[in-house]
């Protein structure tokens, strides 16, 4: 299973569901309530609304979100939506059938968690080199899901549905701080994607992501790219995975690894000739970290794509 897939919860039986269109199963903790929904049958402009702000994810088949007034997109596995506090979702459900039902969850965050976990990391690590301060990006809502997230929700629902102990709230508070954490990064990564080129003169982070893409192929080091953000390794390294939630050297293994897939859905290259021209220099290594990252090594993804 791809590392951004959400592990199974658990459905309800047959004879407990009250509606095939969104059944919800709630479970409420301090700080939040977690929301599971599923959908036994087609539906259309289902209403859905929260007082707090909402992570939802998907676990399982398809919906068409409609958001912010503006035209619906297809909601799938892998993937979560930040919905603001008293936004409207109107929710398509095109496929969903008894055979083939989906399954979601909302996770809703008081304000009072939220701006604690904001305010705490401002103060704590206010040198940020992307944004000016901690905090969601709301026009940045649909994401796909980073190895870092899903672990994340992975572990919060296991709190929230399995959880029993005395603790709980405890834990649960403890793990929204994180999923916050991880949510900010995620947004970061994102942007940086598709803005980096933009940045590459006034931010320091997209010189260096700019700088990355474009020497892919090199010998990167943690000095020349230090160098190039005008910081000590020390502390570069320390803001560049606070705020990405990968290590330099992390994110450029990331880098090579989809600049590798690429070249594998776009050509009949050879696996040495894709190691090599995505700035690996070792096979076995290359082969390894491939399966690692996408669950395949690369000849089996070639073969199949």
Known sequence: MPDQFIAGVPWRSESDLKTLVENRTTYTLNNCELNIFETYREAKDVNLMFGDLVLTTMLKGR?????????????????????????????????????????????????EMIENTFDLLNERFPDKMLTEEWGLDLSNFHLINTQDLSEIINRFIRIGVKERSKEKDVIASLALKELLIRLTQTQ?????????????SSNRLGHVVDYIKNNIRENLTLESLSSKACMSKAHFSRSFKNELGLSPMEFILKER?????????????????????????????????????????????????
């Open 63 to 111: 919906k068409v979100m409609h958001l912010f007034n503006k035209p619906g997109f297809d909601y799938l596995p892998g993937e979560s939506v930040i919905v603001p506090p008293n936004e409207l979702m109107k929710i398509d459900f095109p496929e969903a059938e008894i055979e083939n039902p989906t399954q979601c969850i909302a996770l809703s965050i008081s304000k």
């Open 257 to 305: 690894l989809t600049l590798a897939k690429n070249y594998l859905r776009t050509a009949n290259y050879q696996i040495q000739e894709v190691c090599y021209m995505s700035g690996f220099n070792n096979v076995t290594y290359f082969i390894r970290a491939f399966k690692t990252e996408f669950g395949a090594t690369p000849k089996v993804f070639q073969q199949t794509t």
């Open 188 to 200: 970061a990564r994102k942007l940086l994607q598709t803005t980096y080129k933009q940045l590459s």
